[in-house]
Each structure stands twice: as C-alpha cells, then as structure tokens.
C-alpha cells in the first residue's frame, strides 16, 4: 500500500550541526547556489555583508598555482536576521550564489563512479542525486560552512577567543618549528618556512604529474574559558573530532598528543598543575571531556584530493570496468582551502557550547 | 532578580546519544549505580538478562594481573521495554548497581586536583560535583555504554553485521601481522601473538614502576551495508569519530588510511572499482560520510591511564601547589577493558544511522 | 568576563520543525524575504515551482473584500535539493522574496507597542527587534510554513492521505450542517452556505467599525494509515495541538469530541468497535496518542485580528502611556488565509510521523 | 535482505521532552516499574527524596472515594545525579518501583481492545506491547511525569514562579467562581465550593451506575518573567499545548480567552496597556509565543476515562465481534488526580525555557 518511492528515502539527513547554536546547509555546487541558516544567535552582535569577505576569499578557489580555475566571487547575501546592522536573535539566512559552474566535465559521471569520491555511496543510498560537480558532497559545500563560521566568531570574539589553522605537513614534508608570525608567507600557511619551500617543490612535481597531495592541519584556538563541554557524549573533543572529520577531506583527527600518546606512559603523558597553570599541555586544554582554560590544540589528517588527471578503473552505473579519466578543474591539495573551512567548524562548535553553558565562571 | 544558582547551570548535558536509536547513561562510579535508557529499539527482538553476561565481564575489572582489583558483578537489570521475552519498541531502562564502591581512597579528591583526570575542568565548571571515584567521569560510566551496545547488536545481528575491536599498539609496540582467530590468546586480544609477548614485558615493567600504558585499538565493522551515513554534518566517519572520541581515554580517531593519507597522492589513497567492487580499502568502507559496502576500519589512539601510583605536581581547590599521591586500584593500561566499549560505541552508531534509514538497497 | 551582549541572548530559538522531516523557516515581513529548508525529504518525488502556486495563492492577501491590500506574488523559488525535476533526498531550501513591504505604516512601532501584538513581548525578550510589519511574528512567515507543506504534501499524496480545513465558525456565527462539496462557494470556505451568508453580513458590519473578527477552523485529515505517533510525550494529537498553537492567532485547539468530552461520560465518548471499525468517532482519529485509522478531526480556535482601526491604550518603549491609532492594511479575519497554514501544519506532522514510523503494517 | 523484524519498527519513540531541560520516561504500569531521566538540571540544587512525598501522594491512587483501589506507595528513589544533598548537573535518574500491581483483571486485553483506550492503535502499531494495565499507555506512566515536576519546580521555586492546577468543570458542573483559598476543602480541588457539591453528586451518580465523568482543569501559573518561549514553532503557548495535550485523557487545550477568543472582536480581546502594565488578559500571560509577565492561564480539556463498568463492543484481535465487561480499578474521573500531572507538564515547559534563555531582563 505504501509507495515504494518512499523507502527509498533516506531521513533526518543530517544537515543541521550544533545544540543552542544550530547551523543548516543547503545548495548543491552546479544548482542555484548555497547557502546556511544559523539559528540561536544571540541578538545585537554587529554583522554585514563585508564581514564575510575575508574569510570567503581565504576559501575561495582560483587564486593559487595549486587551485582550481573555478572562479566564484562567493558574495555572502545576508538574507534575514539582521536589521540596521544587528542580529536580531531570529534566524540567519546566508545565500551564496553559484556564478561559474561548468557542469560540462561532469557529464561523465552520469555513468562513471570516481575513486576516492562520494559517487558509488551516493547512487547507492539515493539512486537520484545531482552528480554534476558532486552536488551535495563537493567542496563548495563547505562555502555555507565558512559564511556560518564568521557569525560563531562574532559570538567568540567578545570573550577572546582567537582560532587558527596551519599547515604542519603536506606531502609528507613537516614542519620542524612554529612560528605563527611567519606563517602567511608560506603559500600553504604553513608556519616553517624552511618546511615550505620543500613543500612547494612536491606540490610542482605532484602537479606536473596529474596526481595530488594530502597534509596535516593544525587547528588551535587559544583565549577560551574554562568549562566548556558536557562530561559524558558531547564531551568539547567529541563534538570537535565531529565537526573536523565532518569535512570531506579529512580521515582522521586528533587533540593534544594524539596518536603519540598511544606510546607515553601515563607519568609522561599527564599535563602537572604548578602555580600558574597546567605545567605542559598533552591535553590539548581538554580533559573530561570539558575544557580547562589551557590552548585547545587539535590536528585533523587530509587525504589527498581524489580528482586527478591520470586514468583510474572504475565502473559504470550498470557494474561493468570502465576507465575514468577526468579533465576540470581540480585543485592540487586541499591544503590551504581546507583551513577556513576547519577554523569554521571549530568556532561553530566552540560557539555553541559557549551559549550551552552561557556563564563562565571566571 | 535570577538566583545566581541557576546561572552556573550547564545545559543540555549531553548525556543522550544518536538519533533514531538514542541512549540516555546516568549514574556514577560510586553513587547507588549506572544505567542506560534506550529509546527507539524496534519492537520483538528478544532480549534477556542473560544477553549482557559476555559483553559486560570484557569491561569489568579485575579479572586480569594488569588490572584494577575492584570487583563489581555488572549484572544488568532489565527494568522496561521487554516484555516476554520481547522488546516492545518502548524505552528500554537497564540498571546496573554499584556493589563494591569503595570511596576512600577518593577521599583525598575533596582537596586536590588529579592531573590527566577531569577534576580541574569539573570544579571549573560545576564547582560542586561527586568527586568519589571520578563520579560521573569515570570509566565506570562506559558499562553503561557496553549495555546498550547489547541492544543495539540485537539491530545489527540479522544484518549480518559484526564489530570487533583488537589491540595493535601497546606501549610502543605494534602488532605487524592481523590473524584475528589468535586474538583470544593474547592478554591484550592483540591479533600477533609474537607481539603480544612483548607488550607483556612492557605492561610488567610499568606495572612495577607505578607507571601507565597507552595504545592504539583498531576496530573492525564487517557485512555493513552500502547506505549508511548522511552527506554533510552526520557523515558516517563524523559520527564515529565523535563515538570513539566521547570514550574518555581517547585522544585521536581515524578512518582507513587515516593520517596516513596525508603522506599518499590521490593514485595511492583512491580505492580503484572493479568487477566485486573495491580493489582496495583505503577509505576504511566509507566514502563522502556514506557507507560503501566495503568493510569498515577505524582506529582509536588511548592514552594511559592518568592514575599511577608516582607523586605528582598539582594544586588543591585553594591554587595552592601540593603533591599528589594515589593509592588506590587502577588499571595499568585502559586495553583490552576499553575494546567492548568501543565496539558498543560503533554498534550504537551503526544501528542508529541504520534506523535512520530503514530500507537498504540491495 | 563574559560580554553582556551575549547574556541577553536567546539560544535554540525553536524556529526547526519536526523530527524526520524537518522544517526551518527564516525570514521577516519587511526584510528581503522569507525562506524555508526542508531536510529528511525522500529522494525521487517530483517538485517543481509550480507546485506552489495554488497553495500560495490561498494564503496570499489581497485578493477578497476583507483581506489586507498588500500585494504579494509569493513565488516559491527552488533554491536546492531538486535535481532534473526530482528531489534528491537533500535539503530542499525555499524562497519567498517579499515586494510589496511598505514599511511607512509600522514607524509608529518604533516608540508604541501593539495590543494584542508580540511587540510588548518581544521588547522584553530582545530588545533589538526588526518592528516593521511585525517582523518575524508577523503572518507573513506563515507562508514559509505553506511551502514546506507543499513538499509535506508530495509525501502524503502516495499514501491516500488528504487534509482540508473549513470554517465551522465566523464572528459566533456557526456552521450548523457541513457539506464539503459547497464550502468553496463560500468567501470563508464555510461549508454550510446558510451560515456563511450570516458570517458575511457579520464581516461586513465589523470591517465598516474597524473592527475585527476571530472564529473556528475545523482540519480532517482522511485515509491517515492507523500507527503514526508515539506514546508517550510525542503523541499525534500533542505534536499536532503544538502545530496548530504554533500559528500566532490560534488560542486553542481540540481534537474530536475535544472541550464537549469534558462534559461526557465514559459510555458516551468511548467509540465502540464493529466488524468495520470504529462505529463513532469522539477520538478524532488518535487513542492513546496513536493514530487508529479513522478520520482525524481537529479544530483550532483563531483569535480576532490584533490590528484594528479604532484608538487603543498602550505604552510606548518608555514606558508611559499613549494611544495607539493603526493605518495599514489589515485582514479582517484571520479566517479563510489561515486554512492553507493549519493545513500545511497537520501535513508536516503527519508526514513527520510518517517518515518517523516508514513501514505501515496494512 | 534485510528482517522483517525491524521494518516494523517505531523510531525516535518519542519518550524524551524538553530541549535545554530535558526528559526521559520509560516503564510500564504491570512491570518492574517506572522512572524519569532529567537532564540539564543546573548543579546545586537542594534535592532529596522527601521533596517527592507530597507531589506523588496527591497523584497516587487509592486515597478517594472515587479512585482506582490499587494501592501504590510510589517511592521516589533517587538513583543518580545528587551528592551530598545536592544536584551535581549530570542526569538524575528517579525510579518508582511497581507494588500492587495486579495483572488478573487484564488477561482479557489479551484478547480484547478497549474502547476509548490506546489498544488498538498500539496493536496495529507494535502488534508486540505489554497489555497489562495499559503498559506504557497506563496513567501510571504519568507518576514519572510528577517526579520530574518536582526537579523542575526546584528551577522555578527561586524565579517565584507558582504553578497551580484547579478544577473549573466536572460531570457539566461549571464553578462559577475562583476562590483558590478555598479548594482544599474540595475533594476535586475546585475553588467553586457550591459547585464542588453539585460535582459530587453527580460522581455519586455515575459511579453507581458504572460511568465515567470527564471536566475541565484550569491551570494558572504566577510569577513568570517576560521573554519565555520562542517566536516561530516553539511558541511558549504551543509548548504548554502540547505538553498538557501529550497527558492521556487530554482531548482539547486553551490559552486565556482560548475558544471564547473566536466569538470576540479585536476591540474586545485585545489587552489594553496602562501604566501598571496589561490592563485585562485575554492573552493568558502570551502573545507572539512569549510571556509577557502577566499571569498564565490555560485550560485543559479531560474525557471521561474510558474504563467502564458497563458492558461495551468491540473486536478481538482476529476481528471478531466481541462484548468488553471489564473488572479491576477504575477511577470515575481523572479529575482531580490528573491536577499533579498538568502541574508538573506546566513546570517542565517553563523550565526548560527558562534555562533555554537563562538570562532574564529585568
């Protein structure tokens, strides 16, 4: 009796992220365009349109060597919840209009799953999807994820709670030494500039080749209070490995010492409280789940980008080989795109346990 | 004219976890006991007491030399949703009593601050919390999580989905070769028996110390089908990366190839398509947050256990330096109890996103 | 510490909608537009604009003798989630952009707060609102709600389920026989065209005083599959009394035999079960919270229209007291605009709920 | 593929409300027994188990001439969440175990569905539920529902917030006046003495005859601040619908003027502002969804119960034709014991908004 059109659908599809402030996607990246509601936003912060611009040129693609050629002016169109330059409390609708979408390179993937890409997990779950560009699973996503980021920070700033991402490894170079100062004069923010250089070598060669690169981005937020987190499920680390490993790109995450403290004991690994403070910060400025007042320091693991210009086997639609070769517009490595895209989501998830707990205790 | 009361108040603790399977834990390591309400079980599973046995005597202490000596039955109540034998699609209570609870050597925890422990960042944020046995942060809390990771295998049985989770590091050594059939011979269920013998030597000496251990755990999901997971905020490896990480001695996730990927180009991470489907698993059976059908890895990196038994630097609720030192029974590593709590925490999410879509395509 | 801009802050603002499809509406009477992002939609259902345009012309002013003159296109613009026709299962954002905001008329509501309006309340919540047209409490967002129910209808629509409101009283005067072949010869969409012409001559007599008019809204949902709801706090008849309370003129809502079962007895309102069902229908369609396959019947009481034309008592932001004298355009009534928003209401929970329980059992 | 088993499954049952504050029930009437999770209390709250006393006496059965017999002691334990006489914020689990509870009388629901009851809904729903006394559907379930009241209350008590419930109708006797002084001295808790009395020989009556008696319970809640509730869909006034709405016998719900609202004009039901605030008010203490800082005023609509003792038809679960004569404990009205459980839906929805907007102006 029921149709089975509907059992096909999938339900609660998870656009929406976060508790008090909430942040829904939406837009596809060769449809009209893209666009976020931010609701819970506490009323009379100063916001408009300009404040967006810095952070969407940072995301942007098209200005680098290593970029795609897309160009999109990415104009942040505040669309409801202010007036006469304040929030109002209500809703804020942004709208991201696509401007140069050349669905044509896509046309292939009408029959051709890509490798590395959502394509076969998609016509798995929903049959119809809008394969041009990768629709709903494309990077430009993240556009909506950044604009949602500048209205979190306007909530971050007045408590002063700075967050930045760099760049500490990209195609397997590290970086040896952090210095903040330096890091925008390296092309992938990275703050070694020694390290870059080498960096900048392997992405030429990467290039030339047709193939790409991953990293590692760092992620630390410094200036905020003591207190925020909820001790058992949405522990502060929990809702960030969300947040960070909710980015397309990213296939793993880590605070503080991480992965490394796999192979510490305990008498290393444990942060000692002197006088001032924690003595070290093996932590990352959580522990319990809640924050303690120390840097909140977090690294999250970028696979390379999957569009390359080599042949790749693959199947078509109806499961037979086929061999895929794709020509677009593709981005080297998604380092340094992909940093405003995890400071955004770092300060959506610190915005909103800040309004889920609003006083701090001193 | 607000009672400043309620202004330390913290909100939606987060204590609930999923969406259309959700668990609610409440309970404290050294209050009356623990338990779990699972709302959204699908009605005529059978269920029984006797069903949580296993599951729960992997967690519960004491059973191994490495450790600690508090003995607890973790017998698990039923108190609703079963009816004959039955789940009746109501929620379902399990209560699990504290029996051998013993706060004295918590006592010290009214005046000083454990470093590597929750303490700090819960005075910071409650400022009046159970201290005794870590309260609501101790590891205590994760039999309630092991319960309903009970429940929600009884979902992912008939799908023919399996968890399992299994020791690869332990302080600084790795196991080099998978057999999981000889897991079960090893202290650790490490799944390399040759390693396993040197993880021992280790575990020995720290133990001798009064030091801790920590390791990497990898956990495997098999027979999962295509489907699972949504396109943005609630990918699947989001979800799970949030799962893992929300267990407290955890400090990174990732997903196949996982920091690994950002050493690799693009033709090393892709996973080639071929005639049975993936040639290779580097995604980890997840592509774009989605389920591909393939099998599905994930690793989780845990810290040692913050409580050794060397003094350590730290301050008393007043900030005023003291040293620190515990007696007490601890576990000189979190693996293997930690193993069935990971995988509860992956059955969780598994049959929750399963839930959340009914209808598996083919 | 903590800015004082923050504290003032309303957080989860309530402005999502359901819990497997959900809706989220954003927008004000006088800004740019208003807009709604539907998430949980089942892939493969046709959509397109056209759809809309009969559901927003029944909301729209402007068209009869009492409605306010505001002219108003309301064209739904598909902004996302359709692809090649079909939705694609991913959020589905709608936009309404407003033209005719004339907002000379609301000046007066920078210093006057309206009886009846939400602005005394609003004042006290955020002090900083957007007072042209009634900003974000204005009716105008109800057609944000219309277009939602638009798509909700595209669910329904494959079950067999129906859903029509018709006035069962205008101004106190009742319609006494309901034959819903007729109601669209009425200007009120009463459906016993008797009454109608006295609801007329009332309408007529109160518009020439400046006056205005409240009445009762009768909603039947036909061919609902017995099973939707949930027992205990999500009961069908709660989360729709929450639907239909949710728009701004409604003051109460009951469900079948409603305030007249508080004057029954058991042997009265129990509905009795014969070989083809329920032989009466007192419960309108829901025992125990649970739909049971009958017709589901509610009634929603709509208040007068807040704006009139005669001089008012109020204060102004200061405090002292003034009269308030209102130009603008104003409904009348409420009555018949409000029938397409109650039933947009009932469809996104009855599609909610559907969505919420997929498999109906026969 | 995929069982038949879960397809028939209900999701997101429904069993948690509130947002900041947030409540989980489960248990069933015949079972172990019933409890409440709550989440989100602020810490340092004074709770102890002798604050349920009173609450739970005045809903508990067996005290009146025209209760149910069954005799429940209804011991409120305190399982989690307090600590040295004092809420901590981690969730308090409260459990009431079932004493008398005496399945005999219920064998023939086995068979049979009732009435007016949810048996047949729940039948088509689950097909597998606990039939005895109700289960799940059992007005048991809503002494959970008191016990939550009370840990809300402990958030109200320091606002000055007083929530009161009150019968005004009973069997077709109106009160005519409101003296709540006096309503102690009404064994129906009506604050109309001369009506009490007309009530009373009407319950006379009806019981001897083997009826039930519905009515109408006012509830009036005082000392609320202005700014509770949010504009859109979770309007202060749809919560409270839906909250009382979500209690069983519940068929109809108003705000201040409610249903009388929909035969005034806009002159009349409009409350003027005059220096000392809201001259009149039919609003009922909200207008656009928030309080203003008036009074309160709702009124709930309750049907007569729906257990009888007369003979009544019905079917059987193979859809026969069959004669209902129920045995057991029947209450002739849920009035006055259903006044506790409307108290405490009342207190858990301004509670929760209350901390969803902790800070209060003015």
């Not at 490595?333 to 001193?362: F, G, Q």
Request: charged share 25%.
């Amino acid at each position: 009796m029921v149709s089975g059109t509907h059992d096909k659908g999938g339900i609660m599809a998870g656009n929406t992220f976060g508790k008090a402030l909430t942040v829904t996607t939406f837009g596809e990246s060769h449809g009209t365009g893209i666009g976020a509601v931010i609701d819970g936003c506490p009323p009379e912060l100063p916001l408009c349109e300009e404040d967006f611009v810095t952070e969407m040129a940072r995301r942007r693609p098209g200005r680098g060597t290593y970029d795609s050629t897309r160009r999109e002016e990415d104009r942040v169109e505040i669309f409801s919840g202010v007036f006469e330059g304040l929030t109002t409390g209500t809703p804020i609708a942004l709208i991201i209009r696509n401007r140069d979408a050349d669905s044509k390179p896509y046309e292939i993937l009408q029959r051709l799953f890509r490798p590395g890409h959502a394509d076969y997990a998609y016509f798995k779950k929903y049959r119809h999807f809008d394969y041009r560009g990768g629709g709903r699973a494309s990077a430009r996503e993240t556009a909506a994820r950044v604009a949602a980021g500048v209205v979190a920070n306007k909530i971050l700033v007045p408590l002063g709670v700075t967050v930045t991402a760099y760049t500490v490894e990209l195609g397997g170079v590290k970086a040896s030494s952090i210095d903040l100062n330096t890091m925008d004069q390296s092309p992938f923010f990275c703050p070694d500039l020694a390290a870059s250089k080498k960096m900048e070598a392997v992405m030429k060669e990467k290039k030339s080749l047709g193939d790409s690169l991953g990293g590692i981005v760092e992620i630390l937020a410094t200036g905020c209070p003591a207190g925020l987190g909820e001790p058992v499920f949405d522990k502060l680390d929990a809702e960030l490995a969300k947040a960070v490993m909710s980015v397309g790109a990213v296939k793993g995450v880590e605070i503080g010492s991480g992965f490394e403290a796999a192979r510490l004991t305990g008498s290393q690994n444990n942060d000692p409280l002197g006088r001032n403070g924690f003595v070290s910060n093996m932590a990352g400025g959580i522990l319990g789940g809640v924050s303690t007042g120390a840097e909140i320091l977090l690294r999250a693991a970028v696979k390379p980008i999957p569009s390359i210009h080599q042949p790749q086997d693959t199947l078509d639609r109806e499961g037979n080989p086929a061999t895929l070769e794709l020509s677009g517009r593709f981005d080297v490595s998604a380092i340094p795109r992909i940093h405003p895209v995890l400071e955004a989501m770092v300060k959506l998830v610190l915005a909103d346990h800040y309004l889920r707990w609003k006083t701090i205790i001193d």
